[in-house]
Nanobody, 124 residues
């Protein structure tokens, strides 16, 4: 059974930083692209960042580009999201997901396994 477990969320002041981690079991992540998505209260879940199977390619939503960095350590079967210069509008539950593909995808339908989410709250 595949499990993705996110960690690293919390409460931070605007301008601060957090690093989210996503550890996988039951699937070797190195063959698949990975992504981070987020869902704020009352809003639909949206794409944040994605990384190809070998980390060579990354993609970001316009709202986080230049502030967030996605990375992966295939030896540890773990994906990370470094979030800097956080803003109150970044407040959301953050989910990692494992794709069916090896290259970057930004659509949720291309991801077949999801974590339970970790809450990030940014105070002003």
């Amino acid at each position: 059974q595949v499990q993705l477990v996110e960690s690293g969320g919390g409460l931070v002041q605007a301008g601060g930083s957090l690093r989210l981690s996503c550890a996988a079991s039951g699937r070797t992540l190195s063959s698949y692209a990975m992504g981070w998505f987020r869902q704020a209260p009352g809003k639909e879940r949206e794409f944040v960042a994605a990384i190809s199977w070998n980390g060579a390619r990354t993609d970001y939503s316009d709202s986080v580009k230049g502030r967030f960095t996605i990375s992966r350590d295939n030896a540890k079967n773990t994906v990370y999201l470094q979030m800097n210069s956080l803003k109150p509008e970044d407040t959301a539950a953050y989910y990692c997901a494992s794709s069916r593909n090896f290259d970057i995808v930004t659509t949720q339908g291309a991801y077949d396994y999801w974590g339970q989410g970790t809450q990030v709250t940014v105070s002003s």
